[in-house]
């Protein structure tokens, strides 16, 4: 029989336990995106019908146009991981030779076609009630964003004008539906970790020390889930809708014998549609970006100054710890932070250099003062060192 031992090495992590970004009502974050490359997985999203007393309960949906129409509440059953071949999956959409989700998918509609979904790690900065002002002392707290191809190809269109996001703070909110997550996404023409070397660093070694696995992303993402218990799921499903089909729906959950069945295909493709976002309570955020204007021709961040840096101090407090996150360091009165209106038309395109790579992980202390000269000498550290592998 095992025994162990009251070690840090042996504390279980689950990304379950991970902080994730999630907005209240009428919520805005500044979050900036210290990964260039998301992990991506296939999944399943799995409903059926509500049954309460043997049965099935409807509700009203309301269209976009305004019209409403009738169908059985869903329960949400799991969102397992799509066992088919990464390559099959993007080449034809379903794998029915190796996942027997898939297999059903390809036949009807009670369970959908894997989609993709992506994520990572942000950092999410405190700012000033109501408002995308980075409150003082500086302190950056390490989070989940879990995301679909909706937000993914929306990144997409910042980077291709905006060049890196690690240089760029995201504006999200005000939250209009905290269910659904859905807030407008806004581009700004800085990136509030990077106006100081005492930031620069902190934000680093934030990252660094509380950053999860590949591993624990992807089970972040969705469950890795045998057949047997899939095929389990799969079962359930459909004798849900076999029993939802077996009678008429009406308002407030009654029913009557059907006369002609209701088709579940023709109902589930219908609510996929009207209910964009129920899939992914944290990810289906809506809306144009926010309205930019010309910066400044000197607010542009260049990667040479970066690059040049030779001091680089320790933060003067210790790492913020993600659960309850500590008052760090005081920010220098001239590093404000960018509102909401404070953003600009895409700087000059710079080279795909990773800031992070010019962060030291344990950096010499040195007294605090103004950042070095643009241009001068210092080695440079790779980001493998800063991560220490």
């Known amino acids: ?164 996001l690690q240089q760029h703070d995201l504006l999200l909110g005000p939250c209009t539906n905290p269910t659904y997550q859905k807030f407008d996404i806004g581009v700004a023409a800085k990136a509030e970790w990077l106006l100081d070397d005492q930031r620069k660093n902190l934000t680093a070694v934030t990252f660094k020390e509380n950053k999860l696995n590949d591993a624990q992303l992807s089970e972040f993402i969705g469950r890795k889930v045998d057949t047997k218990w899939l095929r389990d799921d799969l079962d359930k499903i459909r004798q849900r809708w076999q029993m939802a089909n077996g009678m008429a729906a009406t308002p407030g959950g009654a029913t009557a014998a059907q006369t002609s069945p209701q088709d579940p295909a023709a109902v589930a493709a219908e609510q996929a549609a009207l209910t964009v976002g129920l899939d992914d309570l944290l990810s289906q955020q809506t809306g144009a970006a926010v309205p930019v204007t010309p910066p400044p021709a000197e607010a542009a961040v260049s990667m040479e100054d970066l690059l040049g840096e030779t001091s680089r101090p320790e933060p003067v407090a210790e790492p913020v710890v993600v659960a309850a996150p500590q008052p760090t360091i005081e920010a220098p009165s001239n590093g404000s932070s960018v509102a909401a209106t404070e953003v600009a038309a895409p700087p000059v395109a710079q080279p795909e250099s990773d800031p992070l790579l010019a962060v030291t992980a344990v950096p010499e202390p040195v007294p605090a003062g103004p950042n070095p000269a643009p241009g001068s000498s210092g080695e440079v550290v790779s980001f493998d060192d800063l991560l220490g592998s």
């Not at 992990?39 to 049965?55: D, M, W």
Request: hydrophobic letters at 40%.
């Open 1 to 164: 029989m095992p025994r162990t031992t009251f070690a840090e090495e042996n504390r279980s992590v689950t990304s379950t336990q991970f902080p994730k970004l999630k907005l209240e009502k009428d919520e805005r974050a500044r979050i900036v995106c210290v990964e260039k490359d998301p992990l991506f997985e296939y999944v399943h999203t799995l409903r059926a019908p509500k049954i309460v007393n043997g049965i099935a309960e409807t509700e009203l949906i309301e269209r976009r146009d305004g019209t409403k129409f009738e169908a059985f509440k869903l329960d949400f059953i799991g969102r397992p991981l799509c066992l088919g071949d990464m390559g099959i999956l993007q080449e034809r959409g379903v794998d029915p030779k190796n996942c027997p989700v898939c297999e059903v998918a390809a036949q009807n509609d009670t369970v959908s076609a894997p989609e993709r979904r992506f994520a990572m790690h942000i950092i999410k900065y405190a700012t000033r009630p109501g408002s995308f002002d980075v409150a003082l002392p500086f302190t950056p707290t390490l989070l989940l964003w879990a995301f679909t191809d909706t937000i993914y190809n929306k990144l997409i269109d910042f980077a291709k004008e905006w060049g890196n």
